[in-house]
């Protein structure tokens, strides 16, 4: 059965959907000013992951990942550069699409725009004044009223007063209490705006998406998942909206995803270590992030350096060398022999890539050693799942070709070589080959979990 690690109830759970064989999940999207960056990259690539492993396994998945196309950040990006809001935003959706097809994201079923559902929020606004937790400032904005719901900080795990404590919170004396957040905001002079029982205005940017996970998921549904920044406030203002509007639980299983890292320090635009999808893409294949992300566990920190991913591009290419030179068959997997058991195993316990991954290796090991076509084609297969493997090998390696010639596939198979020079105690072939390498500028080391490389 598979098992997910659920934030709110902060264990792994067994998954029990609400409906049986059928799945709904709402994932956060993107707020589209800027072009997408690596934590963006992570996000998509994680819940496309997860969405396969789903649809694998035989559930029927609703997949929603909202767009955020009205913000503060929009706004003045807009003003900035001197264009229509629209204009803005169709460019930057654009561009996060180009984005995510090169990593191999499959599209999901909905992606609702935020701007398309003002009408669901002023319903489910309305919702939250009749029920008292929501109030009308004197300044002509909507809060929440969040003293009014008893859950609020379950998501978090925080009490209210620890809350307030330990978080800066935006100094507006038109709030009953710090900590109430904006529903619905007053228009200000050369912003967009809709009309509203309130008054001209627009939306806040947490009941967008209750509003949006609402009207295509239901009040219930079983997964929502996002960034782990998104934890608080955002989620945990989510519930307090569709729970406090509804008396219902909104969520099953809340999932999020780890914060990615630049050489061990938080990726931001002030530390000059902020890296979009783009720049990466100029030094590496696309399939190699995808890999790079997939190789870590979802839940842990993720950690980008140019040496992390050129390890992932070895590793990757090590794959592509077991199937390379054979006709596979396109294959059903069958799920009882020994490897795909521990595949499903390990993907089932709350996806477990890592381990998912070194199942692969090992079938690429067989598949190197015997070049038995059952073999490669099982590899391919379950690779497939995570999105990884369906190119044709000579296509992925010879992108990596050094000015002599000697791409990636070559240096793999002269390790390969060598391996088995050793294991014959044809030592002097090995020497041999080991030269050949440094000659033309790479550097082998030898560890136990085999021989790696590098260009010098």
Not at 363 to 381: H, S
Request: aromatic letters at 8%; hydrophobic letters at 40%.
């Amino acid at each position: 059965m598979l098992k997910i690690y659920n934030t709110l109830a902060r264990e792994k759970q067994d998954f029990k959907p609400i409906n049986p064989g059928e799945v709904r999940m709402y994932v956060c999207g993107m707020t589209v000013y800027d072009l997408c960056h690596l934590g963006h990259a992570r996000v998509m690539v994680v819940f496309d992951m997860v969405a396969r492993w789903l649809r694998a396994s035989g559930y029927q998945l609703t997949y929603v990942r909202n767009i955020t196309d009205i913000d503060d950040k929009i706004i003045q990006r807009a003003a900035q550069n001197g264009e229509p809001i629209d204009a803005l935003t169709n460019r930057f959706i654009a561009a996060m699409d180009e984005d995510a097809a090169a990593l191999g994201i499959v599209k999901p079923d909905l992606e609702p725009r935020a701007t398309h559902h003002i009408h669901d929020m002023l319903d489910l606004i309305g919702t939250l004044e009749k029920k008292a937790l929501a109030y009308r400032a004197d300044n002509g904005d909507v809060y929440y009223a969040v003293r009014g719901f008893d859950g609020y900080g379950k998501l978090s795990g925080k009490s209210l007063d620890d809350l307030r404590a330990g978080e800066r919170v935006e100094v507006d004396t038109h709030k009953r209490d710090p900590m109430d957040f904006v529903l619905w905001k007053a228009a200000k002079p050369g912003e967009p705006a809709w009309d509203s029982p309130w008054g001209p205005g627009r939306p806040g940017w947490h009941i967008e998406c209750s509003a949006m996970s609402e009207h295509h998921l239901g009040q219930h549904f079983d997964i929502h998942g996002g960034g782990q920044d998104l934890q608080f406030p955002h989620h945990e203002n989510e519930i307090a909206q569709s729970e406090g509007a509804h008396g219902c639980t909104m969520v099953n299983y809340w999932m999020h995803n780890g914060f990615v890292r630049v050489d061990d320090e938080k990726m931001s635009k002030s530390l000059g270590n902020f890296f979009t999808i783009r720049e990466v893409l100029k030094q590496y294949d696309a399939e190699v992030l995808r890999f790079f992300i997939l190789r870590a566990h979802y839940r842990s920190p993720l950690n980008y350096s140019d040496q992390h991913l050129d390890d992932a591009k070895q590793a990757l290419t090590r794959l592509y060398t077991a199937l390379r030179g054979l006709d596979v068959p396109s294959a059903a997997i069958d799920w009882n022999t020994p490897h795909a058991v521990r595949f499903r195993a390990s993907m089932d316990d709350d996806f477990n890539t890592p381990e998912a991954v070194a199942v692969l290796f090992d079938l690429a090991n067989d598949a190197n050693r015997t070049r038995d076509l059952q073999a490669a084609a099982q590899l391919k297969a379950l690779a497939g799942i995570l999105g990884l493997l369906q190119r044709a090998p000579e296509d992925f390696l010879q992108g990596d070709t050094a000015a002599d010639g000697l791409n990636a596939g070559r240096i793999e198979t002269l390790i390969a070589e060598r391996t088995a020079a050793k294991k014959a105690k044809n030592f002097a072939e090995a020497d041999r080959i080991r030269k050949e390498l440094q000659d033309n500028g790479v550097v082998l080391e030898d560890t136990p979990q085999g021989t790696i490389w590098r260009r010098a």
